[in-house]
């Protein structure tokens, strides 16, 4: 009987180890969905979505098999400025109201080597599905000084403000937004 | 005339107040209204809502001075003969108004100072952020900054039109004290010789 324990306990060690499910670490600030636009073509406009959460998949020898979910807060927008926030929230752009939660779900990743790959997946904004592709490079993970073992990604990626059926012409140097992406994940 | 009210007539400082007020506030509310419209690279996308918010700020400090000199100042009594749910329907509007204009404007200070910023006035003056980073602070008071905008309009249409009608139907003191004027409507038509009889009784 007490090998069978010691046995099912090491199956589920070694079933946890592979599929090695991380959740965001929302909780301690270790992530950050972050976009960028051109204003009028002269400089870099940056901000933030404050809410979201999510969790992903990620095995250092099997990267092919990674995924991840992520549920953003779409009202959580954070550009700093009270009033350009609230513009970006009503009907001309995100249409929080309507439309409340952005989603991205991945469904496949390629890895490219040196720790970097292309995740592609699809993310619905603004009521629109989409397929995109993020870059992503591995930046580190291990164990952490609390007794919590963590991995940690960084990405970007690029889409046009109308594919998403977001129509409000802030000039043609400001069509494409990019999103940087920071994502920490603590081992569950 | 007197700068204060009396018990039959509105005093300039009233009469000044009102219609100062009264062009800036329907002119706030189209401006408002259009300045939301505008595409980004409108050259007005910026000057609007300076504007707007420079005008609103003045507005507020005449309207804490009319209260305070409305409070001050005696009220001038209804014209003879008007019905008592008229009276209060008329003490009601003219409250709501003021009810209305406070909320709106403090409404709309709330949303542009939620992040912590002032409210330049011109740039003569700036306007200092005080309750500000509430939960959805810009969204929720922009809610109520729209809502009530359309309320007030409501209502200002009705005090118009109530205006108008002591004036061309009632032919009463009503409107005309409001101007500075004295006495009733000039009587026209065959209505003449009730309208000059009204008059007579008034002045005895």
Do not use: C
Not at chain 1, 57 to 86: F, G, L, M, T
Request: proline share 4%; hydrophobic share 45%.
């Amino acid at each position: 009987m007490k090998k069978i324990a010691i046995f099912l306990f090491a199956a589920l060690i070694g079933a946890t180890a592979q599929a090695a499910e991380y959740k965001i670490d929302t909780k301690g600030a270790h992530a950050f969905i972050q976009f960028r636009i051109k204003h009028l073509g002269y400089s870099w406009l940056y901000g933030r979505f404050d809410e979201f959460s999510g969790s992903f998949e990620y095995d250092e020898k099997k990267p092919a098999d990674s995924s991840i979910n992520v549920e953003i807060d779409v009202a959580s927008i954070d550009s700093n400025h009270a009033e350009r926030d609230k513009h970006l929230r009503g009907e001309d752009f995100l249409h929080v109201e309507k439309y409340p939660t952005a989603t991205f779900k991945s469904t496949s990743y390629e890895p490219v080597g040196e720790g970097k790959g292309k995740l592609s997946g699809e993310l619905t904004l603004h009521g629109v599905t989409k397929p995109i592709v993020i870059d992503v490079e591995h930046v580190g993970g291990g164990q952490d000084p609390w007794g919590g073992y963590r991995q940690g990604f960084t990405g970007t990626t690029e889409f046009a403000l109308k594919d998403f059926g977001i129509m409000y012409d802030l000039g043609p140097a400001s069509q494409t937004v990019e999103m940087i992406l920071d994502v920490e994940g603590i081992r569950i | 005339m007197a700068a204060r009210n009396s018990k039959q007539q509105y005093g300039w400082m009233a009469i000044a107040l009102h219609w100062l007020m009264a062009p800036a506030i329907i002119g706030m509310f189209a401006l408002g209204w259009w300045m939301r419209q505008l595409s980004y690279y409108d050259p007005w996308y910026r000057q609007g809502p300076e504007i707007h918010k420079g005008i609103g700020i003045l507005l507020l400090a005449l309207l804490l001075l009319r209260l305070v000199w409305k409070a001050m100042n005696p009220h001038p009594q209804d014209v003879p003969g008007t019905p008592r749910w008229q009276a209060l329907a008329a003490r009601a509007a003219h409250g709501g108004l003021y009810l209305l204009l406070l909320a709106i404007m403090v409404s709309g200070y709330l949303i542009s100072t939620a992040d912590g910023r002032a409210i330049s006035v011109f740039g003569w003056f700036e306007v200092p952020a005080t309750l500000q980073g509430l939960a959805n602070q810009e969204d929720l008071a922009g809610e109520i900054h729209e809502v009530l905008a359309w309320t007030l309009m409501g209502l200002v249409a009705l005090h118009a039109l109530a205006a108008l009608k002591h004036h061309f139907v009632d032919r009463d003191a009503t409107l005309r004290r409001m101007l500075g004027l004295r006495g009733n409507p000039a009587p026209v038509g065959r209505r003449n010789e009730s309208g000059m009889n009204e008059t007579a009784e008034l002045t005895k």
